[in-house]
């Protein structure tokens, strides 16, 4: 009897231990199974976006020179923007520079705005950059590769102007060239928040609101005289003001720029004897 007992034992004791190893493999299944599904789920969510960078001038760079390549979200205009994926590439020949950016899809919001940019360095100096806003998720810029065109920055770039009380010649409105017939147009900020210029025909005042690199105007009047020339560009420089929202000045030259960072007019600094 007692070996009887000493038996069931035994093969309770052997079932408990199988169930045991059978529970283990299982697990360990499972956690293997998701781990490769966690895998393939992050995998699935990368996603590349082509680029190519250029500049015009033809001309050997420095030994050591790196090309940085950048996709940012740039929806929040009063802190620093939000880098979503950056490549540095060591440049060892001449431009184009194809650069294939692989980023996370999840990170992009369709209400959001983005910016894709690029510069060529060398020691910390910026020897190229680009110039323009870059949206590769507008639908207006989908064509692949994107295109970045660099532009060369001068060693003796004179530095930025003020924007307060300062001249500011109209340069170009809304792309076109400014036609200056008997009066320039142009724009001057004091520093009590009023802005005061000329259309092209008619005078006009208002104020602005400014908040770092973001602009609006408000309460802009004008005087009322009719031209018979020119009444086009006026009302096209009356219209850049109005969509304004955000502005920058590089060396001598004020550009005011839209929602989108879309330019709408840039201006030139003059200086008055």
């Not at 052997?14 to 789920?41: E, P, V």
């Not at 001309?59 to 940012?72: A, D, E, F, K």
């Not at 003796?156 to 307060?164: A, E, F, G, I, M």
């Not at 908040?211 to 219209?239: D, H, I, R, V, Y």
Request: aromatic fraction near 6%; include cysteine.
């Amino acid at each position: 009897m007692a070996n009887q007992h000493r038996l069931l034992s035994n093969k309770n004791t052997l079932y408990s231990l199988s169930l045991a190893a059978l529970s283990l493999l299982t697990l360990s299944a499972c956690d293997q199974q998701n781990t490769a599904t966690s895998a393939q789920s992050a995998t699935q969510h990368a996603t590349s976006l082509m680029t190519q960078v250029t500049y015009n001038e033809r001309q050997m760079l420095r030994p050591g020179s790196q090309l940085i390549v950048t996709l940012s979200d740039v929806s929040k205009t009063d802190v620093k923007s939000e880098v979503i994926v950056q490549q540095i590439l060591d440049i060892t020949q001449a431009p184009p520079y194809t650069v294939e950016l692989i980023y996370d899809e999840n990170k992009i919001d369709s209400k959001h705005r983005y910016n894709l940019s690029a510069r060529i360095i060398n020691k910390d100096k910026v020897l190229y950059k680009s110039t323009t806003a870059h949206n590769p998720f507008n639908e207006t810029q989908l064509s692949t590769p994107h295109t970045i065109e660099l532009e060369r920055m001068n060693d003796t770039q004179k530095p930025d102007v003020s924007l307060y009380n300062t001249y500011f010649k109209a340069i170009t409105l809304q792309g076109d060239s400014v036609t200056v017939l008997k009066k320039e147009p142009f724009i001057q900020f004091d520093k009590d928040n009023r802005v005061h210029g000329f259309l092209g025909c008619n005078n006009f005042t208002g104020r602005y609101d400014i908040n770092q690199q973001t602009l609006t105007f408000n309460q802009l009047a004008s005087t009322k005289k009719m031209c018979s020339q020119n009444m086009q560009q006026e009302q096209a420089m009356l219209n850049a003001l109005n969509n304004t929202q955000h502005w920058q000045i590089n060396g001598e030259t004020l550009i005011i720029k839209d929602h989108n960072q879309q330019a709408q007019a840039s201006f030139n600094a003059v200086y008055l004897n």
